[in-house]
């Protein structure tokens, strides 16, 4: 699973689309436990 961190910014529904659409296992999530069992993680930085 690929965590997508979710912090409250951007519009992180379209990436988790776009990422489950070529087939990767993605999650949205600010939880510490799943972030650190994650196979990558994936931190938006928006300006």
Known sequence: MIAVIDY????LFSLLSSLNYVGL??????D?????NAKGIILLKIF
């Open 25 to 30: 296992d993605t999650k949205l999530t600010n």
């Open 32 to 36: 510490v436990e799943e972030i650190k």
């Open 8 to 11: 409250g910014v951007g519009n």
